[in-house]
Every structure is written in C-alpha cells, then in structure tokens.
C-alpha cells in the first residue's frame, strides 16, 4: 500500500535559517508529490507539488524536488521567516485511486 | 474559481447526539469530494470519498456515515457521537488540491 514519512517535530528555527523537513514515501505505480501547510486554526492549503520524478515543485520561496531514487520529496527554504510557522504535510496522490495519502504532519516554529 | 465552503466552524456536542457537516463546492461539476479527519496532533486519515451522486467510499469502518445527496454537495453525519469522534474534520475535492476550512468537532 501507500505510505508517506516524515520527520517528526516539532522544528525549531530562528528567522533567517535554513529549513529542510524530510520526507519519504512508499506507492505503487507513479505518485503525484504534495506539500500542504496548515496555519493555526485552518484548513490545508495546498504549498506546491510535483507530477513526475526530477520535477521540482516551488512556492513563496520553498522547494521540493521528487526523486524517484530515493523515493522522497524533501522540502526546503533558504531563509525562513516567524510568519512560515506552521504545520507541513507531505502526501502523495497515486493517481489510481485518486486520493491522496498524508505523513503524519512536521510542526515548524520559527523564533525572531 | 473553483470555491469549497464547510461549515460549522467550530461545533460542540455531547456524547449520543447526531450529527451533520456540510461541504458544498462551487465552480466545477463532478467533482471527486473527500472528508478526512485530524486527530489531536496527528496526521489526516481519509474517511470517506465520493465520485459522484449517491456514490460513496468509506476506507475505515467507524461510527460515521457520508452522503452526497447533490453534484457539488457532500454531508458527514452520525446518529451518536462518540467521544473518539472528536477531531478536524476537512472536506476537499480534486483528489485534495482544494481544502475546506476545517470543521472542529468536540464530543464531551
């Protein structure tokens, strides 16, 4: 079956520093890649994604790139900010069923 | 644009109470509509899908029901409540490219 991993926080930043949450995943066939971001009190909004493997999703300054070898989609900012502080989930959709399966969610927290 | 509401907001109720949480989506046409549930700092597990009218998935047995009485419209119900039911509760659709804004549900 599918499954998705991801590093367990929370995370601890200061302003300005550089983020990567790790994420892992296990599918059948071709999965489409995701990365949602919960605010506080909210629902997900979906941060970027990727299709295909060497893609590379981008969105308010984070990346992520689906690599198939490693079968993960780990994702980055250079310089994080108070305001990135959230909750971030990794997921993948493969396509087949057409529904998207969710890593446990990594905390962020970035401190001024 | 495509526009998905959810409501209540935020929703107290007590043990062996019935239950209803509507998602209702704007500017598409059949579309794939998903409820899932957030436990207490936990991940999101995908209770129940829907291709269309009148056709429902449900991918973990529990004390939950769904329906989709219309195209665009898709409703989370119980008969009675259970204390393990607290959570968020988020519709989406388009195999979750677009989520509601959460349903908080505490079951006391």
């Known amino acids: 079956g599918n499954s998705v991993t991801q590093m367990e926080g929370p995370v601890t930043l200061s302003e300005e520093a550089f983020l990567t949450i790790n994420c892992t995943y296990t599918?059948?066939?071709?999965?489409?890649l995701f990365w949602y971001v919960q605010y506080p009190g909210e629902g997900l909004q979906l941060l970027l994604k990727?299709?295909?493997?060497?893609d590379k999703g981008s969105n308010k300054g984070f990346e992520a790139t689906y690599r198939k070898e490693t079968t993960s989609f780990h994702l980055e900012k250079g310089s994080v900010q108070v305001s990135d502080s959230a909750v971030y989930f990794c997921?993948?959709?493969?396509?087949?069923?057409?529904?998207?399966?969710f890593g446990g969610g990594t905390r962020l927290m970035v401190k001024p | 644009s495509q526009t998905i509401h959810q409501w209540p907001a935020t929703l107290v109720q007590p043990v062996g109470s019935p239950l209803s949480l509507e998602c209702t989506v704007e500017?598409?046409?059949?579309?794939?509509l998903y409820w899932y549930r957030q436990a207490a700092g936990r991940g999101l597990q995908l209770l129940f899908y829907?291709?269309?009218?009148?056709?429902i998935s449900s991918e973990v047995p529990q004390n939950l029901s769904a329906s989709r009485p219309q195209d665009r419209q898709f409703i989370l119900s119980s008969k009675k409540l259970l204390l393990s039911d607290s959570g968020f509760y988020l519709c989406?659709?388009?195999?979750?490219?677009?989520f509601g804004q959460g349903t908080r549900l505490t079951v006391v």
């Open positions: 997921a993948l959709n493969n396509n087949a069923g057409n529904m998207l399966t």
């Open positions: 500017g598409t046409s059949n579309p794939n």
């Open positions: 990727a299709t295909k493997a060497d």
């Open positions: 829907s291709v269309g009218i009148g056709q």
């Open positions: 599918a059948t066939g071709y999965p489409s």
């Open positions: 989406a659709w388009g195999a979750g490219a677009f």
